[in-house]
């Protein structure tokens, strides 16, 4: 299946500070899909992206896609002790609907 | 409107007991599959199923098995379980295969 890599594995922002985490992929992809994981709690699906150079944004948070289709990016601004958790990227296989996760950003805000 | 429900929330088992799992996604939703989280570890893909059918199995052994009910609940089975099955078993549903997926709150197995 394909295999995303996702950077930093750490990442520990003062709040208020602006943060951006990574997933690469050595190949072409049809899709990623971004999640949240609280501690202790259960993923939480936030966005898909399916289109080269694509851009989504919901509030605080920006998502691109890659115009290669190879990467894809968080972008939060002005972090809030809310945003504290693991972020996954996702991939979604076309052939047999695998769903392969990253091994996540976890997040830690100061205040 | 309830979310993807998973029972039993919690369970210990002894080694080389079985376990059943069970799923109930979202109403509407065709598509329901099955992970497993290790503490400190993104979800592992076990099963996908949509309208009945098994669409995609990941890389675990044959002690693992599923299946999808006509209402669309599901249900995961592991026999002859190992310590190393200890994990956090996600169940997730999607209105298709090519959406985004609503995760339950999980069942904690724990393998003494």
């Known amino acids: 299946g394909q295999q995303v890599m996702q950077i930093p594995q750490y990442q520990h922002v003062q709040e208020g500070e602006d943060f951006t985490t990574y997933c690469n992929s050595s190949t072409t992809l049809s899709n990623i899909q971004w999640y949240k994981q609280r501690p202790g709690g259960h993923p939480v699906f936030l966005i898909q992206?399916?289109?080269?150079?694509e851009v989504k944004k919901q509030k605080r948070l920006t998502f691109q896609f890659g115009e290669a289709k190879k990467n894809s990016s968080l972008h939060i601004t002005a972090t809030q002790t809310t945003d504290v958790g693991t972020y996954f990227c996702?991939?979604?296989?076309?052939?047999?609907?695998?769903?392969?996760f990253g091994a996540g950003t976890t997040v830690t805000v100061r205040a | 409107d309830a979310g993807v429900t998973q029972s039993p929330t919690h369970l210990i088992k002894t080694r080389g007991q079985h376990v059943t799992l069970r799923c109930s996604p979202i109403s509407g939703h065709k598509s329901v599959s099955w992970y497993q989280q290790v503490l400190g570890q993104g979800p592992q893909f076990i099963f996908q199923?949509?309208?009945?059918?098994?669409?995609g199995r990941g890389n675990f052994p044959d002690r693992f098995s599923a299946r999808q009910f006509p209402n669309y609940s599901s249900e995961l089975n592991v026999n002859a379980l190992l310590l190393g099955d200890s994990a956090l078993y996600l169940c997730a549903s999607s209105w298709d295969l090519n959406y985004g997926y609503t995760f339950g709150s999980g069942t904690r197995l724990t393998v003494v």
């Open positions: 992206l399916v289109k080269s150079g």
């Open positions: 199923y949509y309208e009945k059918e098994e669409r």
């Open positions: 996702a991939v979604l296989s076309s052939n047999d609907y695998k769903l392969s």
